[in-house]
């Protein structure tokens, strides 16, 4: 019997915890009365204002009457698809929740009209334009929950994915009335609470402004001087706003994405954890070089791990380490004695988000360094390869020869590994899960825990509840998921269009291989003269191993190279978008690794990087490191100082780096990947129409358990190790993560699930920005701690709450 790790009585305390919704029947009454006082007032007005605002308050009590009898049906049997009564939450709840704060919204929203339009400064056409947005906010949420309900009846008890043939056309075709624009406009955000609302307006005008340089005509000083005026406009304007997001959500291609999600990873967004996170000990970069590697497996056999080399050929994996403290063999803190710790027995194995097509380890530090300090555990966070340029298998395969490496050399990592917790968000939990697939499968150690935070464990887009909110939600739109799906697991009949995109496909490899997982390659051939049977996965076992894990690569390492210096040299590069693909070398250029990066000083006393010989002698086993910028001893001040001295060169060089990697890329020709629309037809982008939702599901998914573990089967989940799953009330991923653990606890596994009000997909990212955010990484670094059987950190305590 699985023994659960939640205790409810405390749970219900943690601020934003869903401890079930409460009918708010009277406030629809409220709502109708004051529509209806108002309507009244402005009945004998014969101005324009005045006319529109008597039938918008008309129209407002005519969706309230259609919108009540929908939501009571959906209330009703919302419960019946919850994990447990001590942890509520589904799709269908949170589409309940959606309209309840709709409400509300208009409740407030007529309270003011009636308590202001008698004054002199009564503003009527910014109130008309307010009462409209909400009476079509409140049509569009009408026309969902009639689909909701049609996705009930398709669906057993219980069950949130629906049953038999049903496809997401199906459903979709009768949703194109869905009016999404009004999500992105006046009413931006209204499900979330406050803090979110705030943080959620702002990504949404920097969206919209970042699109009008990347698509803009004229050279870059236009393209940017017109970003900041439209920034404004945008800002003033919700309607422009909604128009703008909706159209490059459904227009734009991946490239676009994976460009403005890669903002993150400039230098002042990278500065700004050194200002105002928790500073870390260790907080280093390590480049893993595609070598052979061979991992002992517990009954002492052993196993080949492969290069992984699928799409984009033999490459270093880049990792970063992360520690509040200092440990005994740490990479590069041998000659630091002083304060050093015995290894810690736990590792925290890291795999941030992002789509699969974006982000590293760097964008996801915010919260990291404050998980490092609360656990007193060293992190190690991989930095995998992205799609479209590296889809499926790619990813896996690196996550699994990481795991293979951190166990072979977890002495440098300041750990003995002997409780190892995989811990990812988003695509990084379902690469984690998958990878706890592939442990059993190979016989690889198990991890002593799995936490996943808001996963996606279905890679296909199957009708859900919860999937529909992705139609108004501002951080992860609808068309943003479908093309980050598609560019994942890269079906046969998208292969041609990843040309389009910029990607780099191995032209001599075959297309089918590149579409299977790993299982289905064959092993790498510089292993040929090893005598081996071929597993599913691909690997060779060897019952004597060639080589001692231990022992020292053949290959050099560079020299401690400080990230600032790192960052300077990628702001003179015009060749990707990310920090992280500056620091990777082509496959020609890895071995011999005979230069460094250092920095020298020009006559006008600037520092510029450059490039020295190497002294060639052998580091660590497999290491390159760089060392992460020490700002311990910093002073508000001086990092103020600093960070005012670098912001015009830095937004200068950003801004180049990005427009010069998206001007030389094949995406950016006069026909756009994914729709005919002309280049030159970019510039009327706010005046084009909304394209159907069911254009995007023209494509297929294998079904993979390594794609979408939540297709692996109850055999192999009978196995995995205890699982803690963290999802947000208005996650499109909700579902999925509900799924999950009922099945998991169907199988007896040791399971938990925690759904927190409020939040968003990706909250993890703003928890700097909102305190709600902030209470669920809280959360997060409790039930990663009880996966490790810790009770407290075991060297410094978590740190209390402001």
């Known amino acids: 019997m699985a023994a659960d790790m939640s205790t409810p009585e405390q749970e219900s305390k943690v601020p934003g915890y869903v401890s079930g919704s409460s009918p708010e029947y009277a406030l629809y009454e409220v709502l109708k009365d004051l529509c209806a006082n108002n309507a009244q007032y402005f009945e004998s007005h014969d101005n324009e204002n005045g006319l529109r605002l008597h039938g918008a308050f008309l129209a407002l009590i005519d969706h309230v009457e259609s919108v009540k009898p929908a939501v009571d049906f959906i209330r009703v049997s919302a419960s019946s698809f919850d994990f447990d009564e001590n942890c509520p939450g589904n799709g269908y709840a949170s589409f309940v929740s959606v309209v309840d704060a709709c409400i509300r919204h208009g409740v407030k929203l007529c309270k003011q009209v009636c308590i202001n339009r008698e004054s002199f400064f009564f503003r009527a056409s910014y109130y008309m334009r307010?009462?409209?947005?909400?009476?079509?906010?409140?049509?569009?949420?009408?026309?969902?929950?009639?689909?909701?309900?049609?996705?009930?009846?398709?669906?057993?008890?219980?069950?949130?994915?629906?049953?038999?043939?049903?496809?997401?056309?199906?459903?979709?075709?009768?949703?194109?009335?869905?009016?999404?624009?009004?999500?992105?406009?006046?009413?931006?955000?209204?499900?979330?609470?406050?803090?979110?609302?705030?943080?959620?307006?702002?990504?949404?005008?920097a969206m919209a402004s970042y699109s009008d340089v990347y698509y803009g005509e004229g050279g870059f000083v236009s393209r940017a001087t017109n970003s900041v005026w439209n920034g404004g406009k945008y800002f003033m304007d919700p309607e422009l706003r909604a128009r703008r997001i909706v159209n490059i959500s459904q227009y734009a291609d991946v490239q676009f994405c994976k460009s403005f999600w890669f903002l993150a990873e400039s230098e002042v967004m990278?500065?700004?954890?050194?200002?105002?996170?928790?500073?870390?000990?260790?907080?280093?970069?390590?480049?893993?070089?595609?070598?052979?590697?061979?991992?002992?497996?517990?009954?002492?056999?052993?196993?080949?791990?492969?290069?992984?080399?699928?799409?984009?050929?033999?490459?270093?994996?880049?990792?970063?380490?992360?520690?509040?403290?200092?440990?005994?063999?740490?990479?590069?803190?041998?000659?630091?004695?002083?304060?050093?710790?015995?290894?810690?027995?736990?590792?925290?194995?890291?795999?941030?988000?992002?789509?699969?097509?974006?982000?590293?380890?760097?964008?996801?530090?915010?919260?990291?360094?404050?998980?490092?300090?609360?656990?007193?555990?060293?992190?190690?966070?991989?930095?995998?390869?992205?799609?479209?340029?590296?889809?499926?298998?790619?990813?896996?395969?690196?996550?699994?020869?990481?795991?293979?490496?951190?166990?072979?050399?977890?002495?440098?990592?300041?750990?003995?590994?002997?409780?190892?917790?995989?811990?990812?968000?988003?695509?990084?939990?379902?690469l984690n899960m998958a990878l706890a697939l592939k442990c059993i499968e190979l016989g690889l150690r198990p991890p002593t825990g799995l936490f996943m935070a808001y996963a996606p464990v279905l890679v296909s887009f199957v009708p859900s509840p919860s999937r529909l909110l992705c139609l108004m939600d501002p951080l992860l739109p609808f068309g943003f998921m479908m093309r980050c799906l598609k560019a994942y697991a890269c079906p046969k009949e998208d292969k041609e269009k990843l040309s389009e995109c910029g990607t780099s496909v191995d032209e001599t490899a075959d297309l089918a291989e590149a579409d299977c997982p790993l299982s289905q390659t064959e092993s790498v051939e510089a292993e040929p003269a090893v005598e081996a049977v071929e597993g599913n996965f691909g690997v060779q076992i060897n019952e004597s191993p060639r080589t001692a894990p231990g022992s020292v690569s053949d290959t050099e390492s560079f020299e401690e190279v400080s990230e600032s210096d790192l960052a300077a040299l990628a702001a003179l590069s015009v060749g990707g978008m990310s920090a992280r693909q500056h620091m990777q070398p082509e496959a020609d250029q890895i071995t011999p690794m005979r230069y460094v990066l250092d920095m020298d000083t020009d006559s006008e006393g600037h520092q510029i990087p450059v490039l020295r010989?190497?002294?060639?002698?052998?580091?660590?086993?497999?290491?390159?490191?760089?060392?992460?910028?020490?700002?311990?001893?910093?002073?508000?001040?001086?990092?103020?100082?600093?960070?005012?001295?670098?912001?015009?060169?830095?937004?200068?060089?950003?801004?180049?780096?990005?427009?010069?990697?998206?001007?030389?890329?094949?995406?950016?020709?006069?026909?756009?990947?994914?729709?005919?629309?002309?280049?030159?037809?970019?510039?009327?982008?706010?005046?084009?129409?909304?394209?159907?939702?069911?254009?995007?599901?023209?494509?297929?998914?294998?079904?993979?358990?390594?794609?979408?573990?939540?297709?692996?089967?109850?055999?192999?989940?009978?196995?995995?190790?205890?699982?803690?799953?963290?999802?947000?009330?208005?996650?499109?991923?909700?579902?999925?993560?509900?799924?999950?653990?009922?099945?998991?606890?169907?199988?007896?596994?040791?399971?938990?699930?925690?759904?927190?009000?409020?939040?968003?997909?990706?909250?993890?990212?703003?928890?700097?920005?909102?305190?709600?955010?902030?209470?669920?990484?809280?959360?997060?670094?409790?039930?990663?701690?009880?996966?490790?059987?810790?009770?407290?950190?075991?060297?410094?305590?978590?740190?209390?709450?402001?």
Not at 164 to 182: F, M, R, T, V
Not at 668 to 695: G, H
């Open 270 to 430: 990278q500065r700004l954890p050194m200002m105002v996170c928790p500073a870390l000990i260790v907080n280093k970069v390590i480049s893993i070089p595609p070598e052979p590697l061979e991992h002992t497996r517990a009954d002492g056999s052993t196993i080949q791990i492969p290069i992984p080399t699928v799409h984009i050929g033999p490459q270093p994996l880049m990792v970063r380490l992360m520690s509040a403290v200092r440990r005994e063999g740490m990479v590069g803190e041998a000659g630091n004695k002083s304060d050093t710790r015995p290894p810690s027995p736990a590792l925290i194995f890291h795999c941030h988000g992002g789509g699969f097509v974006a982000q590293s380890s760097s964008s996801h530090e915010p919260y990291l360094r404050d998980w490092a300090r609360r656990l007193g555990v060293p992190i190690l966070s991989v930095d995998y390869s992205l799609a479209p340029e590296a889809p499926y298998p790619r990813a896996l395969d690196e996550m699994v020869y990481a795991y293979c490496w951190a166990l072979n050399n977890c002495h440098l990592l300041g750990s003995t590994a002997q409780r190892v917790v995989f811990v990812g968000d988003s695509a990084g939990a379902n």
């Open 130 to 205: 307010e009462v409209e947005a909400c009476s079509h906010l409140l049509a569009s949420l009408v026309t969902c929950l009639v689909h909701l309900r049609q996705l009930m009846e398709w669906s057993e008890p219980g069950e949130l994915f629906p049953a038999g043939d049903h496809s997401p056309q199906e459903l979709l075709a009768k949703a194109e009335s869905i009016n999404q624009y009004c999500f992105y406009g006046r009413c931006l955000g209204f499900q979330f609470c406050e803090s979110v609302q705030i943080v959620l307006k702002a990504v949404s005008i």
């Open 613 to 802: 010989a190497c002294p060639g002698e052998v580091a660590e086993e497999n290491v390159i490191f760089q060392v992460g910028q020490r700002v311990d001893g910093y002073g508000i001040q001086e990092r103020v100082s600093q960070m005012a001295d670098s912001l015009a060169s830095t937004v200068s060089s950003s801004f180049s780096s990005l427009l010069a990697s998206k001007a030389s890329s094949p995406s950016n020709s006069n026909v756009c990947d994914t729709c005919d629309t002309p280049r030159s037809a970019w510039s009327q982008l706010d005046a084009l129409m909304q394209r159907s939702p069911t254009e995007e599901f023209k494509f297929s998914v294998p079904r993979d358990p390594y794609l979408s573990p939540y297709w692996a089967t109850d055999e192999v989940l009978q196995q995995l190790p205890p699982v803690s799953v963290v999802s947000a009330q208005f996650d499109p991923c909700l579902d999925d993560c509900v799924m999950l653990a009922k099945k998991l606890r169907n199988l007896e596994n040791n399971v938990t699930l925690d759904v927190l009000g409020g939040l968003p997909h990706g909250f993890l990212n703003i928890s700097l920005l909102s305190k709600e955010a902030h209470e669920g990484s809280k959360l997060c670094v409790k039930r990663i701690m009880a996966l490790l059987k810790m009770e407290s950190s075991p060297d410094s305590s978590p740190e209390k709450s402001p």
